[in-house]
């Protein structure tokens, strides 16, 4: 039971049930926007599909992962042991700690707590140490990294100070037994 009537200003409105609807054009912003949207998509298939110039997610991670490599290689070059005489010194050096825990909070804090007491990763502080808590093991763990667990590889993505920082951070932390 729909009638269309005219108005005074010559709009049409739709009544059906008692409901009437007005004939309002749609912005001409939202038209613009909508033309414009298509044009891109279009523009988009095209380079991604038929020409085939746009690199695909799966090339773009490859190149990231080669750059990636890159720089860990790099830096695993530039890697030093340190004696523990030399380690303790840095130890007891302010600037040193202060290294060490601005790393700790931007690449470790997510998953071991901002105060190392554990979140999703191990508590740092206590004596219960599931790959060692020794000053070797802690430097392996944060070199190699535990991938089965979820411990990033650092060494190659922080400079070698970066490491000592934060394994001498760790051990001025952590509880003596």
């Not at 600037?95 to 060490?100: I, S, V």
């Not at 190392?116 to 508590?123: F, M, R, S, T, V």
Request: with cysteine.
């Amino acid at each position: 039971m729909s009638d269309h009537q005219k108005t005074e200003s010559d709009e049409i409105n739709h009544s059906y049930d008692g409901i009437i609807e007005h004939n309002n054009p749609m912005p001409s912003w939202w038209s613009w926007m909508f033309i414009l949207s298509v044009c891109f998509a279009f523009l988009y298939y095209i380079h991604y599909e038929i020409s085939g110039t746009g690199l695909t997610l799966n090339q773009e991670l490859e190149i990231s992962m080669q750059k990636i490599n890159e720089i860990r290689s790099e830096n695993a070059s530039k890697f030093t042991e340190l004696t523990e005489q030399e380690l303790m010194l840095k130890i007891k050096d302010p600037n040193f700690l202060k290294l060490g825990a601005a790393t700790f909070q931007v690449k470790c804090a997510m998953c071991h707590g901002e105060k190392l007491e554990g979140k999703i990763g191990p508590n740092l502080t206590d004596n219960v140490w599931i790959h060692g808590g020794s000053q070797a093991q802690i430097l392996k763990t944060l070199r190699q990294g535990i991938v089965a667990k979820g411990m990033p590889q650092w060494e190659g993505v922080l400079k070698p100070e970066e490491i000592y920082a934060v394994m001498s951070l760790i051990i001025t932390k952590k509880e003596k037994p």
